[in-house]
């Protein structure tokens, strides 16, 4: 699968590149789109959470730490939210061509990953500019990042196959994505979490991966491997499942949408 | 070496909607499982699109397909294409594959012309670099120049069509599936599209041609498969394959009632064998000859039903691919010996511009009724040169011209 998805590579770019040009086209603001939902949903969540509920993030300002785990968390939800539905949406064109179908929902990943740039970008320039700067471990981000990303690529293919024969997947993924948000520790520190609790919120894989986003982008530590398990688990176990069913099924696709 | 070859594919499709598919959901090893386990429940509410269809294409030749809609033209050509698997069977696709499965291509409606270039392009697996160079080329084609940076949604039906078949000939394919797209478009596109495809296929290309177009069938290709629910009817020679598929659609006509009599009249008149008349005479048999300089000798029998009752008079004339018709040529009052007659018409050139014509041949008595009209099933091809005159209908006027002579250097043209 991998290598006739990498045969179709400039259609994975030119999907990609397609969804953002159709994204701002005929819109007012355009590409400032981009840049307003993550900053948004920062300050939304600085609102609620440091000056209504009050929560310690200890001497790191709110802000800077809700935006470290919000824009890799972002990436994941929206890849699973827009990708879901990209397979039953194409089926005129899959009707009539006959590319290897992956490049639907890998298409929609790259586009929210570009989105993720965005708000990194964002993020380095509001973290310099209010003084705190990166920590050299904030070089780690790639390598945790291509974790989230398989993990998250073998969720979508997953979820993307399963939608084509079950179109409760697709009503399901956004209010399971909305539930894993609380139950996962971005907009709260893992330490104001009850210590009867967090070997519970620790299994989920997007966990360590949330707290190791701040570590290293923030605290300047680099998280321990205890704390990553679950995600590298979790990640294998994501994208071995994930292309399995895809490439099993795949063929069947344009038959039942 | 074969292009194509197919041993006993099945195609089969679900019927019904609104459920979830379970059944088709279970990944291998689990739906062969099932399937065993449970055949009356796997095999419910399904219907067999092709059935055992075997059959190979050379590399370099030209197949025709025809058969009523539904009959499985499409599905074939989709399997092999690779848009979908077939349920059993196996077929192997030697060389690079294109197909036009109809006029919408899959172009993204918020996408401009030349976007959709690109991204139909990578959908073939072309790349963006490869692709590049040529796009001027498709729009040139696709004549949407002044389009090519609007999004498709705004484009005509024919605006589409055509920039659909401008992206395939830059693809170089060496296999080629053209399902009844030459149906949309005006009928100078089409001749555009009929003349690259003469070319592609002179150029030793691969063509699975299908089309309810029975003259075009038998333009481009020198073996017809003849398909009907799902399985292969005949196969073989054009001519006499089509000869056996009209005359079973005729006596579809005479035999299925349930069906509304308009809707076959409507697959006849495309199929191009229209006849009417007021009868007591009636044209017997046409044989047409193409010359290579661009005449027709057309050699016409008939038949009359009262020889002593009046003249008739012969008439051969022409209509172009939208069926507008062109000009005809009448002949004297014939003499005829007991019962009929045969006549022979000689027009050499035609002088008629490059296209496909289709002879009409009429028994007419003298004072212009008409007794029988025939549009014959048979395409005249006129490729004459392109003239600066185009535009101005089928019909080449050939004058005499005097007056003084431009130099050599300006002298363009000089047709006329």
Redesign the interface.
């Known amino acids: 699968m991998i290598r006739r998805v990498w045969g179709y590579r400039d259609l994975l770019v030119s999907l990609a590149r397609r969804n953002y040009q159709l994204r701002y086209r005929q819109s007012f603001a355009g590409f400032f789109w981009a840049i307003l939902p993550p900053v948004a949903s920062v300050a939304v969540a600085t609102f609620v959470f440091d000056k209504v509920a009050k929560i310690d993030t200890g001497p790191v300002p709110y802000p800077l730490f809700a935006f470290a785990a919000l824009a890799p968390w972002t990436f994941f939800t929206n890849s699973l939210t827009q990708a879901t539905g990209t397979v039953v949406t194409a089926q005129s064109t899959m009707s009539r061509l006959a590319f290897p179908r992956a490049v639907l929902p890998l298409a929609m990943c790259a586009t929210v990953l570009t989105d993720l740039a965005i708000a990194c970008a964002t993020f380095a320039a509001y973290a310099y500019l209010s003084g705190a700067g990166l920590p050299l471990t904030a070089l780690l981000f790639p390598v945790l990042l291509l974790v989230e990303v398989v993990l998250t690529v073998g969720l979508v293919l997953l979820v993307s196959a399963l939608n084509v024969f079950v179109r409760d997947v697709r009503l399901a993924v956004p209010f399971g994505v909305q539930a894993l948000l609380f139950v996962t520790p971005v907009m709260y520190p893992l330490s104001s979490v009850p210590e009867s609790l967090v070997p519970w919120v620790r299994v989920n894989p997007m966990t360590g991966l949330v707290e190791s986003f701040r570590l290293v982008l923030i605290e300047g530590r680099v998280p321990n491997l205890q704390l990553l398990a679950p995600a590298l688990i979790g990640a294998a176990a994501a994208i071995v499942i994930g292309s399995w069913y895809f490439s099993a099924t795949e063929q069947r696709f344009v038959d039942v949408v | 070496m074969d292009s194509i070859d197919l041993q006993g594919v099945t195609k089969t499709?679900?019927m019904g909607v609104g459920r979830?598919?379970?059944r088709?959901?279970m990944?291998?090893p689990a739906d062969q499982a099932l399937q065993r386990l449970f055949p009356t429940w796997w095999w419910r509410d399904t219907f067999n699109a092709l059935e055992e269809v075997s059959l190979s294409i050379p590399s370099g030749s030209a197949v025709g397909m025809v058969g009523h809609n539904g009959a499985g033209k499409t599905t074939l050509l989709?399997v092999l294409?690779?848009?979908?698997?077939p349920t059993s069977g196996t077929f192997a696709v030697q060389g690079r594959i294109a197909?036009l499965?109809?006029a919408?291509?899959?172009f993204?409606p918020?996408?401009t012309g030349r976007?959709n270039v690109?991204?139909?392009a990578?959908?073939?697996?072309?790349?963006?670099r490869r692709i590049a160079p040529r796009v001027d080329d498709i729009l040139e084609f696709a004549e949407i120049r002044e389009m090519a940076d609007t999004q498709v949604k705004r484009y005509s039906a024919g605006m589409s069509a055509r920039l659909g078949f401008g992206v395939i000939t830059a693809l170089e394919p060496e296999i080629l599936l053209v399902d009844e797209v030459l149906a949309v478009g005006d009928a100078a596109f089409q001749r555009k599209c009929i003349s690259w495809l003469d070319e592609y296929r002179s150029s030793g290309g691969t063509l699975l041609f299908v089309s309810h177009n029975l003259a075009l069938v038998r333009h481009m290709t020198k073996r017809v498969i003849w398909l009907d629910h799902g399985k292969v009817v005949a196969d073989g020679a054009t001519d006499s394959t089509l000869a056996e598929y009209a005359r079973a659609m005729e006596r579809r006509e005479s035999t299925n009632l349930t069906r509304s009599r308009r809707d076959v009249r409507k697959e006849l008149a495309a199929s191009s064998a229209e006849r009417w008349g007021a009868g007591g005479a009636r044209v017997e048999e046409v044989h047409i000859e193409e010359r290579p300089g661009e005449g027709v000798e057309i050699a016409i029998s008939f038949s009359t039903e009262d020889p002593a009752h009046e003249d008739v008079v012969c008439c051969v004339g022409f209509v172009d691919e939208s069926g507008r018709e062109i000009g005809a040529a009448a002949s004297p009052p014939l003499v005829f010996t007991e019962g009929g007659g045969f006549v022979r018409c000689s027009i050499d050139p035609l002088p008629f511009r490059s296209g496909i014509y289709f002879p009409i041949v009429a028994i007419m008595s003298s004072d212009g009724l008409i007794r029988d009209r025939w549009r014959v099933d048979r395409a005249v091809v006129v490729n004459g040169q392109a003239t600066t005159l185009s535009d101005f209908g089928p019909v080449d006027i050939r004058a005499a011209w005097s007056g003084e002579r431009a130099k050599e250097s300006e002298n363009g043209d000089g047709h006329g």
Not at chain 2, 81 to 85: P, Y
Not at chain 2, 122 to 128: I, K, Q, T, Y
Request: no cysteine; aromatic share 8%; proline share 3%.
């Open positions: 499709y679900r979830a598919r379970v088709e959901m990944p291998w989709k294409a690779g848009v979908t698997a197909a499965i109809d919408l291509v899959g993204h918020d996408l976007e690109f991204l139909l990578s959908m073939h697996g072309v790349s963006r």
